[in-house]
């Protein structure tokens, strides 16, 4: 059966710190991967995807995910996290009426 | 802006009520979802239209009922809701691929409270 696990159901980072946000995914063939955010109040925006090709995608805001296929991971990491990046983080694999979502990872950012 | 907006905002109604949640979509999109989230609990699939056409439902209760007039709408009407339908209901919409691959625009969503 497919499926998305995120493991972790919060995370908290302190500003400027790196942070990687884990996905792990169940799928018989080759995924369509997102993450999206949702800040609070909101709906979610899509961070970045990833179909085909290059294995690190880069998104918005300076996020980047890096499919794993042997891992069947697909984690989303930033450098030096900002306070404005404390919201919900999804992952999702499929796309459109395929979507699957994991449970969301709740990031927290200290000062 | 995503492109995709929802009325109201908030809502509190009454178990004995009637309402209805509305979400327009800017996009040219062809498909279009409602979704349920919970506190602590993953999203929620529960309507899925394509061109106007109901194409999925995950055995939502019949209190929720869609209407999909054309392709830039969709409505939910709700009536004689429980307090555990208290949630965030989110409007989505895509390009429309059976097959998977496109990514979803979200509304704001409409945060229902049943008292």
């Known amino acids: 059966a497919q499926s998305v696990t995120q493991p972790d159901i919060h995370i908290t980072v302190s500003e400027g710190a790196s942070l990687e946000l884990r996905c792990n995914y169940s799928y018989g063939a080759t995924p369509y991967l997102f993450w999206y955010v949702q800040s609070p109040g909101q709906g979610l925006q899509l961070l970045l995807k990833?179909?085909?090709?290059?294995?690190l995608v880069q998104g918005i805001k300076g996020f980047e995910a890096e499919f794993k296929r042997s891992q069947s991971s697909f984690n989303l990491r930033k450098p030096s996290v900002h306070w404005s990046d404390a919201a919900e983080y999804f992952c999702a694999v499929g796309g459109g009426f395929k979507t699957i979502f994991g449970a969301g990872t709740r990031l927290f950012v200290k000062a | 802006e995503t492109g995709v907006t929802q009325t109201p905002r908030h809502l509190v109604m009454g178990m004995t009520n009637k309402k209805s949640l509305k979400c327009e979509q800017h996009l040219g999109h062809n498909a279009m979802y409602w979704y349920k989230q919970s506190a602590k609990k993953p999203l929620e699939l529960m309507f899925v239209y394509s061109l106007e056409e109901r194409v999925e439902n995950n055995s939502v209760p019949s209190r929720f009922s869609p209407e999909c007039p054309n392709s830039s709408h969709l409505f939910l009407h709700l009536h004689t809701l429980q307090p555990e339908d208290s949630a965030l209901y989110l409007c989505?919409?895509?390009?429309?691929?059976?097959?998977?691959?496109?990514?979803?625009?979200f509304g704001p969503g409409t945060r229902l409270t049943v008292l």
């Open positions: 990833y179909f085909s090709g290059d294995t």
């Open positions: 989505a919409s895509s390009q429309d691929r059976r097959q998977g691959g496109d990514e979803q625009f």
